[in-house]
Nanobody
Framework: QVQLVESGGGLVQAGGSMRLSCAVS????????MGWYRQVPGKSREMVAL???????KYGDFVKGRFTISDGGRLHTVDLLMNNLNSADTAVYFC????????????????WGQGTQVTVSS
């Protein structure tokens, strides 16, 4: 069973930095894209950053050059470095994966991590 294991998160002061990491647990045949979304209460989940299998990077408009998504250096891992954080970045951050499985779960699936809280204090 494929699961996403998130690390990082917590409390940081405004203007500070934080790194989130996500790794795939289980067997995934191919990763199409992997990255992070975030959500605050009462609002829809929004894309923060995505890294595609072709190496393309996509960012939410609010990022404005502050965040960088990168390959985590190990198979099927991604890191998100967030700089110059502000209170508007306070949210639960969810790791996301679009990938293909083989075997009994043949097909392309979307997976979500459990979420990690990021709180930016002003």
């Amino acid at each position: 069973q494929v699961q996403l294991v998130e690390s990082g998160g917590g409390l940081v002061q405004a203007g500070g930095s934080m790194r989130l990491s996500c790794a795939v647990s289980g067997s995934i045949f191919e990763v199409n894209s992997m990255g992070w979304y975030r959500q605050v209460p009462g609002k829809s989940r929004e894309m923060v950053a995505l890294l595609t299998s072709g190496g393309s990077r996509k960012y939410g408009d609010f990022v404005k050059g502050r965040f960088t998504i990168s390959d985590g250096g190990r198979l099927h891992t991604v890191d998100l470095l967030m700089n110059n954080l502000n209170s508007a970045d306070t949210a639960v951050y969810f790791c996301y994966l679009n990938g293909e499985e083989r075997g009994v779960r043949l097909g392309v699936w979307e997976y979500w991590g459990q979420g990690t809280q990021v709180t930016v204090s002003s």
